[in-house]
């Protein structure tokens, strides 16, 4: 069984306000990116409860038949204990939780690492994507601040069918590059966004390929790619590289800008409520980000 869920805060920041503020322009953002507007404010565990509670609502289960929570965010806010501490606490959950930090990949690394422990040890894995990029740009930059959102996005993985939804899965890194992207001491992130926007095509290209040669699927088998939502054009020629259509591709970042590990569970959610995925479909998910590190997973819906 899968289900997911989404949420998102309230406060809208639009192109037309960044470009009040900022030496930017409206026209330059929505062709630049494919962003209109973002979502900003909230707590990162805060809106992560939310997402996961939807999708709990969504999968019909009580919280003590959840054995899992994995919180995937690079933004949890505290040290210790584990953001997921939190989440747990606020869903009246005590099962077993964890971190996971693989930056706007991290959705992807969750589903991996998530249907992993649901074939070994728990029946149902919570995993949440959930980050509130908002706080680490710098407002004054606008080659950062205009691409960013808060939000959260959640899955349940469940064993109880008997089913294994996994088909395939890869991961990789280019840690040398670690510096292209990342958040800097004064905590704001900087970014060499063409050289990004390059090296992750490429990455998630290659990624992407072997995971469909491991699942024995092509291009043409996949009924909804989702992959992260950093940039419109990225996106598209990702697809187009891939070779799957845009019909069959989800773009869903006009309205939340880049939401690093919740963009994945964010547009499955938008492309699940309009029911562009059916059960027994084959779903890509396809993460990449700081780091660099990228991941690919393959789901049976
Ligand atoms: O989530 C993790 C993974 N992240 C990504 O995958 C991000 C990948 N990169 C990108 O999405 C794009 O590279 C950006 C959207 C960040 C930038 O788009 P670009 O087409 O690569 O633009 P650029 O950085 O090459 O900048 C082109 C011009 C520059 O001016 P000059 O040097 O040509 O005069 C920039 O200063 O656009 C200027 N510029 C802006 N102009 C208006 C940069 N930001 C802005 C802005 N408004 N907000």
């Known amino acids: 069984m899968l289900s997911v869920g989404s949420a998102l805060p309230s406060i809208v920041l639009s192109n037309a306000m960044l470009a009040e503020a900022l030496d930017t322009e409206e026209e330059w953002i929505v062709e630049r990116t494919g962003i209109r507007e973002r979502r900003v404010g909230g707590s990162t565990t805060d809106l992560a409860a939310r997402a996961a509670a939807t999708a709990i609502g969504h999968a019909g289960l009580e919280p003590e038949m959840i054995d ?40 992807a690394y969750g589903v991996i690492v998530g249907a992993a422990m649901t074939r070994a040890h728990a029946r149902h894995t919570l995993l949440i994507g959930a980050d509130t990029m908002a706080d680490l740009v710098n407002p004054n930059d606008r080659a950062t601040a205009v691409l960013f959102g808060d939000g959260a996005g959640a899955m349940v993985l469940g064993a109880t069918d008997g089913g294994d939804h996994l088909l395939s899965s890869h991961f990789g890194s280019d840690p040398t590059a670690a510096h292209l992207l990342y958040a800097s001491h004064d905590g704001f ?64 970042m006009e309205k939340t800008g880049n939401t690093s590990a919740a963009s994945i569970p964010i547009a499955l959610d938008d492309a699940a ?29």
Not at 84 to 95: D, E, H, N, P
Not at 98 to 103: I, P, R, S, V
Not at 210 to 235: K, Y
């Open 189 to 252: 992130i900087e970014m060499r966004g063409k050289e990004v926007f390059r090296r992750a095509i490429q990455a998630a290209v290659d990624s992407i390929m072997v995971a469909l040669e491991r699942a024995g699927v092509g291009p043409e088998e996949v009924a909804l790619f989702v992959p992260h939502q950093a940039n419109a054009r990225l996106i598209e020629v990702l697809a187009a590289r891939v070779g799957i259509p845009e019909s069959r591709t989800a773009i869903a």
């Open 273 to 301: 409520r309009s029911g562009r995925v059916q059960p027994g479909d084959v779903v890509l998910l396809c993460g990449f980000g700081s780091g660099l590190t990228w991941a690919s997973a393959i789901l049976r819906w």
């Open 68 to 107: 899992l929570l994995i919180l995937a965010t690079s933004t949890s806010g505290q040290v210790m204990p584990a953001g997921a501490a939190l989440v747990a606490r606020k869903l009246g959950l005590s099962c077993g939780f964890f971190d996971l930090d693989a930056t706007c990949a991290g959705f």
